[in-house]
């Protein structure tokens, strides 16, 4: 079982949409997630991170973390066709490494 | 603020050859780590420097890869010698404070083709 598990997608939402990406961890030492973008061949780019049970807001972006279910996710607003990427889900657990996951491809069509 | 640079953007090599990337991380920022993303799978953690010295190389695959940060600002990862097997596109980040809460930002990467 992969520690850090996302649907590879792609996930296709029209334009104005919500994107819903969802993400499962299987350590539950982790503490903090983080959400981040990534552009086919461009660094990833950090959006979004969460730290407690609940629903975290940024402009466009929610993250919700459920820890009893092991369950992190990342809701976009509105979606445009810029916010077509890969979405990368990453934790820490023990010391100070991310564990991603395998990342899921965000389509959105105008 | 100019972000985390790395250096360089591609390299082709032959197998048994010797290749070094370079990282440079966010200005002041202690610590940095090293990732590494091979076709299909995952970004995986290789190592983590605070300051010059080095906290955590669990992930480093073996003795092949050496990873230095004299005087604590940029890092080399050399890898000698390379294998097809280390292709694939390596990353670097850097964070301010280290810990299970920072924020730690990425570089561009450095995709390494072993031929």
């Known amino acids: 079982q992969k520690e850090v598990e996302q649907n590879s997608g792609p996930l296709s939402v029209p334009e104005g949409a919500i994107a819903s990406l969802n993400c499962t961890y299987s350590?539950?030492?982790?503490?903090?997630f983080f959400w981040y973008r990534q552009y086919s061949g461009k660094s990833p780019e950090l959006i979004m991170s969460?730290?407690?049970?609940g629903d975290k807001e940024d402009g466009r972006f929610t993250a919700q973390l459920n820890k009893a279910s092991q369950y992190v996710s990342l809701l976009i607003r509105d979606s445009q066709p810029s916010d077509s990427a890969t979405y990368l889900c990453?934790?820490?657990?023990?010391?100070?490494?991310?564990?991603f996951g395998g990342g899921t491809r965000l389509m959105v069509k105008p | 603020e100019a972000g985390v640079t790395q250096f360089p953007s591609h390299s082709v090599i032959e197998k048994g050859q010797t290749v070094t990337l370079r990282c440079d991380p966010i200005?002041?920022?202690?610590?940095l780590y090293w990732y590494r993303r091979v076709m299909g799978k995952e970004i995986k953690f290789l190592l983590h420097?605070?300051?010059?010295?080095?906290?955590?190389e669990s992930g480093m695959p073996n003795n092949r890869f050496l990873a230095e940060r004299t005087g604590g600002t940029y890092s080399t990862l050399k890898v000698q010698p390379a294998e097809l097997e280390d292709s694939g596109v390596y990353f670097c980040?850097?964070?301010?404070?280290?810990?299970?809460?920072?924020?730690?930002?990425f570089g561009p990467g450095t995709r390494l083709t072993v031929t």
């Open positions: 990453a934790g820490y657990n023990a010391g100070n490494m991310l564990t």
């Open positions: 200005s002041g920022h202690d610590n």
């Open positions: 969460i730290y407690s049970n």
């Open positions: 980040a850097s964070s301010l404070l280290g810990g299970g809460s920072d924020e730690q930002y």
């Open positions: 420097f605070v300051k010059e010295s080095k906290q955590d």
């Open positions: 350590d539950r030492g982790s503490q903090s």
